[in-house]
C-alpha cells in the first residue's frame, strides 16, 4: 500500500523544500486574492450570525479581518475562512473545483498572530499547504480517480491542506504532522446538497478551524492512525468511489498544483463564469437594448446545471448559484460584480423578466469553461457567443493588476481606501515582512 500519509508529511517537513519563484509569487497571488475575499465577506449576514454567536463563547485576541470583535485563534481561523467564502468570490482549484486557499490562509494568519513567524515562512506555509490540500483532493476526484461529486471537497480536503500548513508553520516532525494530517482528515466534512445557503461557506471555515486544532493537538503529542488517508476505511476509500493514491503524491515538490490554480472575476459559482463572459459581451454591444430581449438560451456543461440550475432563486444566497440568475443580471446591466448579486439585484424588475426568458440545456461537447449564449430580441435580431475558455481560467487568467482591482472594491468600503493599500501592498511583498501577523492588524477597521 502506497504511504500516502507519511509521504505527504516528509513532503511538508522537508527542510529543503525552497519554492521555485513562480510558486511562491501564485502564492502571493493567492495571498491578495484571498484577503479581499474575507473583507469583502466581513458585513455578509452569515458573519453576523456566525460571529454573534460565537462570540461570547471564545476567549482570545484574534482578529477578524474586517470587524471590531476578537476570537480565539481556533475560531478566528473559521470566522475569517467563514467570510471569504460569503460572496463565492474565492479562488478555485479547476482540477477538483476545491476553494484551496481560504482554510489555509485563515488557519495560518489565526496561527502567525500568537507566534511571532516570519512573512517568509507564513508564505512557504501557505504555498505547501496549499499543495496538500490540492494534492489530497486529486486523488479523490481526479481521473482515473472516481469520484463521488456529493461530498464539498473545500471541506473534506481543506482541513488537510490547513493541518499540513500549519504544521509546517510550527516546524513539527514527520511523526507529529502525520498525527496533524489524520486529526485534520477525522473531522472531514461538507456535502453539496447544503450549496445554495449559508452553509456553503461555513464548510470552509470548519476545515480551518479543524486544520488549525489538529496542528496544535499533534504539536502537543496527540496521536493518530499513521494510515489515515490510504487505509482501509480510511479518508480516501470513504471520501471517493475509487480513489487514486498516486495522484496526492507524484511529483510531489516538481510539479505544483498552486499553478493550476484559478481567480473568479466573478462573485458566483465558477461554471456560471463562461455564461457570465458571454452575456456581457453581448450586453456590451452597440445598440444592444435589455428590454428587447424575447428568449436567452444558453448551452452549458452538464455539471454547470447539476450545481448552478435555479431558475427562480428567492434570494441572494441562492442567486451566487443561479446560472439563470447571472445570465438576467449580466444582461440587463453589463456588469457582473457584488452588486449584480444582492439583495435587491434578484428583487429587480428587470432582472427578474429576464431570468424567465432563460432557457438551459446540458451539452456534453461544451468543456467546464464553456459555454454557448444565444440572445434574440423582439424585433429579430439574433446575438450568440461561444466562450470556449472564460475569463480567470488557466487560458485565460486574471493578471495580477485585475487581483488587485478585486482586491481594493472589496478592500476599501470597510477599511478605507489608504488602509486598503496599505494591506494589498503588505500581502504582495510578504516575504520581507519580520512578523505576519502584521497582515491581521492591517485588516482591523478603524475604531
Not at 18 to 36: F, S
Not at 151 to 160: E, H, K, N, R, S
Not at 257 to 271: R, S, T
Not at 394 to 409: C, G, N
Request: hydrophobic letters at 45%; charged letters at 20%.
Amino acid at each position: 500500500m502506497l504511504e500516502t500519509t507519511k509521504l505527504l508529511a516528509e513532503f511538508t517537513t522537508r527542510p529543503d523544500a525552497a519554492l521555485p519563484d513562480g510558486v511562491r509569487h501564485e502564492g502571493r497571488r493567492a495571498l491578495v486574492n484571498w484577503l479581499g475575499c474575507a473583507l469583502g465577506g466581513a458585513r455578509h449576514p452569515a458573519m453576523g450570525i456566525a460571529v454573534g454567536a460565537t462570540a461570547p463563547h471564545s476567549g482570545g485576541d484574534a482578529t477578524v479581518l474586517g470587524r471590531g470583535e476578537r476570537l480565539g485563534a481556533l475560531d478566528a481561523a473559521m470566522a475569517n475562512c467563514l467570510a471569504s467564502s460569503a460572496n463565492a468570490f474565492d479562488d478555485t482549484h479547476l482540477a477538483t473545483v476545491i476553494h484551496p486557499t481560504g482554510p489555509v490562509a485563515a488557519a495560518l494568519l489565526a496561527l502567525a498572530e500568537g507566534r511571532n513567524v516570519s512573512g517568509a515562512a507564513f508564505l512557504d506555509a501557505l504555498a505547501v499547504g496549499i499543495e496538500v490540500e490540492c494534492r489530497v483532493g486529486m486523488m479523490l476526484v481526479a481521473p482515473p480517480a472516481e469520484a463521488e461529486l456529493g461530498w464539498y471537497l473545500t471541506g473534506t480536503a481543506g482541513g488537510i491542506g490547513a493541518a499540513a500548513g500549519c504544521a509546517r508553520l510550527l516546524g513539527l516532525d514527520v511523526e507529529r504532522t502525520m498525527a496533524a494530517l489524520g486529526v485534520a482528515a477525522a473531522q472531514a466534512s461538507g456535502f453539496r446538497q447544503t450549496h445554495a445557503s449559508m452553509i456553503v461557506a461555513l464548510v470552509p471555515g470548519l476545515a480551518a478551524r479543524a486544520g488549525l486544532w489538529a496542528a496544535l493537538l499533534a504539536e502537543g503529542g496527540y496521536s493518530s492512525t499513521p494510515a489515515a488517508l490510504e487505509g482501509t476505511a480510511g479518508f480516501a476509500e470513504l471520501f471517493s468511489r475509487r480513489a487514486h493514491l498516486p495522484a496526492a503524491t507524484e511529483g510531489l515538490g516538481a510539479t505544483w498544483e498552486i499553478l493550476a490554480n484559478a481567480y473568479k472575476p466573478y462573485p458566483c459559482g465558477i461554471v456560471i463564469h463562461p455564461v457570465i463572459d458571454g452575456c456581457l459581451e453581448i450586453a456590451g454591444e452597440a445598440g444592444f437594448e435589455p428590454d428587447a430581449v424575447s428568449r436567452i438560451r444558453l448551452a452549458v456543461n452538464p455539471l454547470c446545471l447539476r450545481l448552478c440550475d435555479r431558475p427562480t432563486p428567492p434570494g441572494a444566497q441562492e442567486a451566487m448559484v443561479s446560472v439563470h440568475h447571472w445570465a438576467a443580471a449580466s444582461l440587463a446591466r453589463g456588469k457582473a460584480g457584488l452588486e449584480e448579486g444582492s439583495e435587491a439585484a434578484v428583487a429587480a424588475a428587470d432582472i427578474q423578466r429576464l431570468r424567465a426568458l432563460v432557457e438551459t440545456a446540458p451539452d456534453e461537447t461544451i468543456g467546464r469553461e464553456g459555454a454557448l449564449v444565444t440572445v434574440e430580441t423582439r424585433d429579430g435580431q439574433h446575438h450568440e457567443r461561444h466562450i470556449t475558455h472564460a475569463l480567470g481560467s488557466l487560458e485565460r487568467p486574471m493578471s495580477d493588476a485585475q487581483l488587485d482591482e478585486k482586491f481594493t472594491i472589496q478592500a476599501a468600503p470597510v477599511l478605507g481606501q489608504a488602509a486598503a493599500e496599505a494591506l494589498r501592498l503588505a500581502g504582495w511583498g510578504v516575504d520581507d515582512l519580520a512578523d505576519a501577523g502584521a497582515l491581521a492588524r492591517l485588516a482591523r477597521p478603524a475604531g
